[in-house]
């Protein structure tokens, strides 16, 4: 699965959570293993989600921005 799918499928599982705050940020390791990403991919995936500003991260957990 190509990353642009992998950022997808963080994105879709971020809204489906509901995490649009830092009080609601999921801890990537469990969403990780529930979408099935290998590791190596689901980092670069969130690290350029992070670096393009759509994803914040807050004592290792995730969350959306709005």
Not at 18 to 33: G, H, K, L, T, Y
């Amino acid at each position: 699965m190509p990353t642009k799918d992998f950022q997808s499928a963080i994105i879709g599982e971020l809204e489906r959570q509901e995490a649009f705050s830092p009080e609601d940020a999921i801890e990537p390791r469990a969403m990780r293993q529930g979408l099935g990403i290998p590791m190596t991919s689901f980092d670069a995936a969130v690290s350029d989600l992070t670096d393009r500003g759509m994803v914040g991260s807050v004592m290792g957990a995730i969350y959306l921005k709005q």
